[in-house]
């Protein structure tokens, strides 16, 4: 019986040590087949992309994440928001809705100087005019109307465009505010498009 | 229709569809399908990438190269010079080279083995533009067409086979960048369109299949015919990644991982899209 028990024990070692080897061969051969395939063009840096941050490395898998990972992304995303120093958080809503229909920005073929674009409608239905808009993000239509504008819901929108992941982990969104894509004005700008009464979003 | 009025109609309708396209508004999307559809009528269920079809069978059979060979006994998976059905079981491991190959990869290794071209010649243009002609987009037309009604059959089953699947699986999910996007982003959920351009679901066999299975195609916006690394090119760009090269493992990767979603479909291409 003991003996048993020794090499299943033995078994068991053997088996895991097998299992963390050929991990460790997939994460390198794919680390490889990524270097090996992919060049840095205009500004898109080969080696920023494939150096994942964190939440990324997580957010990278098909299965499902677990509920401890799910709490540690919402609270390290949290940490990241930063709001505005002057406490204004709502600018021009007419500059906002340039800032929404534009996907400038990041891609290899953009300059430098290239002003980044929020390109919401690509996933977001916004303002009743534009009737090109993408449905992978939820509608936004009548936002500041159905939602209201209490200091609460002003802060948590500015943080989810901040961090979308500060309140869905692994979120489609992209992290404008966190990773540099948009600017405190550009923000400002769009706050306006979802909470100005004037804007077309609320018509 | 002889190829000279087909040429004709191309530019003609060229010219027409590009004004449309400059415009994102719904109608003129409405209207670039009914353009092409109008369009597909007026060539009597012709499509341009006859041409590239064509001129590809023609590259297939000429004499190349520093062995001025003709590609007939290039392999391409069902032995030397069988071309029929070849594509629809690719990409595939070769044993002649130890690896998995898609049918460009493969395509590049005939005309350096077969006619002696260097790998900077094999890989030499591989998307054409106006009046600058790929010979790869052109082959690759070829050897697709002749694959077409057939179903899409690849095999997982050689040691490599089932690593370079794994790589490709493990690609689609694989978020990093700017704005942390991967192919699950924009291809995982059920009618979600970016802008008004619909979205495969490469969870769903049937889409993936119709997807998969509508590759290369002549695309009416851009006035030639592009294959599925073209595709995935452009998909990268947008996903903020760095440039994919042309005819790495990256791309025959995916390539392997969405053919394997879309097995048992019927093969349709080269097609014509927007």
């Not at chain 1, 990041?106 to 449905?135: M, W």
């Not at chain 2, 003129?28 to 399908?33: E, G, K």
């Amino acid at each position: 019986m003991k003996e048993i028990i020794v090499s299943s024990g033995f078994l068991a070692a053997s088996f895991f040590a097998v299992a963390l080897v050929s991990a460790d061969q997939t994460d390198k051969e794919f680390e490889e087949m990524l270097e090996s395939s992919l060049r840095s063009k205009g500004i898109v840096k080969a080696e920023e992309v494939l150096a994942q941050d964190e939440v990324q490395k997580q957010c990278s898998t098909s299965g499902v994440t677990s509920a401890e990972d799910m709490k540690a992304i919402l609270d390290s995303q949290l940490a990241t928001i930063v709001y505005p120093n002057d406490g204004k958080y709502l600018g021009d809503w007419k500059a906002g809705e340039k800032i929404a229909q534009s996907g400038k920005g990041r891609r290899f073929n953009d300059k430098p100087d290239t002003v980044n674009g929020g390109n919401c409608y690509a996933c977001h239905q916004i303002s009743k005019d534009e009737l090109a808009y993408g449905t992978i993000g939820p509608s936004l239509y009548q936002y500041g109307k159905i939602r209201g504008n209490s200091e609460e819901m002003i802060k948590y929108t500015w943080a989810k465009i901040f961090n979308a992941q500060a309140f869905v982990p692994c979120s489609y969104m992209p992290r404008y505010g966190h990773k540099g894509i948009l600017s405190e004005q550009q923000m400002k700008d769009l706050m306006a498009l979802l909470f100005d009464p004037e804007s077309p979003t609320n018509k | 229709m002889t190829i000279m009025n087909m040429k004709r109609l191309l530019i003609f309708f060229a010219g027409v569809l590009s004004i449309c396209t400059l415009n994102s508004s719904v109608s003129a999307q409405d209207n670039t399908s009914e353009e092409i559809e109008k369009y597909r009528e007026l060539l009597a269920d012709g499509n341009p990438a006859e041409l590239w079809e064509l001129t590809g069978e023609e590259l297939w059979y000429r004499e190349a190269g520093p062995k001025n060979k003709t590609l007939e006994t290039c392999d391409l998976g069902k032995g030397p010079g069988v071309v029929e059905g070849a594509y629809v079981e690719m990409p595939r491991y070769f044993s002649d080279v130890d690896k998995v190959m898609d049918l460009e990869q493969r395509l590049i290794y005939c005309r350096m083995m077969i006619q002696g071209l260097s790998r900077e010649q094999a890989t030499e243009r591989p998307f054409g533009s106006a009046g600058n002609s790929s010979d790869i987009e052109a082959l690759v037309a070829y050897v697709t067409g002749q694959s077409r009604g057939m179903k899409i059959a690849v095999v997982v089953g050689h040691e490599k086979e089932k690593r370079m699947y794994e790589m490709g699986k493990r690609f689609f999910y694989f978020r990093a960048g700017s704005h942390d996007f991967g192919c699950v982003t924009c291809h995982s959920g059920e009618n979600k369109r970016i802008r008004l351009q619909e979205l495969p679901n490469f969870m769903n066999v049937e889409q993936a299949r119709k997807s998969y299975g509508s590759w290369p195609a002549y695309r009416v916006s851009q006035g030639e015919v592009r294959s599925m690394q073209h595709r995935l090119y452009d998909c990268l760009r947008q996903q903020r990644f760095p440039e994919a090269i042309y005819g790495t493992d990256l791309l025959t990767a995916i390539s392997l991982y969405l053919a394997k979603s879309a097995n048992g479909g019927t093969y349709d291409a080269p097609a014509m899209k927007r």
